[in-house]
């Protein structure tokens, strides 16, 4: 019995001729297990061709799709993340697959295209960067012009590169960080002036209380001052 996995009904050092689904049929008719089918027949009319000896799986695969997309890939790093979430895009090192509409499957398909026609892979990428770069201008001026029609309509233009985007997001942070500021210098504005008013009132306050106090003593030596009066006239 051989070491490793072994077939519960077997060993591994089986050599045993393997029947095709052909032969099994016809085993299975002769021992009354199945009924014949119609497509054993038409299969013995023109039998399958024995694949005993033939390799089933390719060793080398001789795509020249995937070469092409790995070195558009190394030349131009950035378009990996063009649509990378957009369902159907891989944009992971290694298990790169896009989809048909994506920039990098365009090329590499124009670029083929090229390479079967007769040129060789680097003037065949030549003319496709030509195109390309064409129809990037195209796109552009046609951007350029919907951009200025739209300005009475008060249209939020597209970005043309990467960088317009970074600099409206700094500016938006930017703007953030300003409010919160002037929030905080609100507060600050609003807890002093808070502070300032109550020590106006506590100042009013004992200055009432003070006033207070002269009054009753003003008061207190009138009466005195009467009483004394009335005294000196009753003594009189």
Known sequence: MGKGAVHPNGSNFCRSLKYNIVDKMRKFIETNLYDRPRWLEWSERAPPMEIYNISLKSKYNN???????????KKYPHLRFQDCFVEGNNNIKGYDFFRNDHIITQMATHQLYYINRGYTKKEALEKVEKIFYNRRMDLEKQQKINMCLAIDQKVK?????????????????????????????????????????????DTNAASTSRNDLDDDNISDSNSFNSENVNESSKNE
């Open 63 to 73: 795509n020249k799709y995937i070469d092409l997309v790995k070195f558009l890939l």
């Open 157 to 201: 233009p597209l970005y043309t590169n990467g960088y317009s985007y970074l600099y409206e997001k700094m500016v938006e942070n930017e703007k953030v960080h300003l409010n919160i500021i002037l929030k905080r210098l609100r507060n600050m504005r609003k807890t002093l002036e808070n502070q300032k008013n109550s020590n106006n009132f």
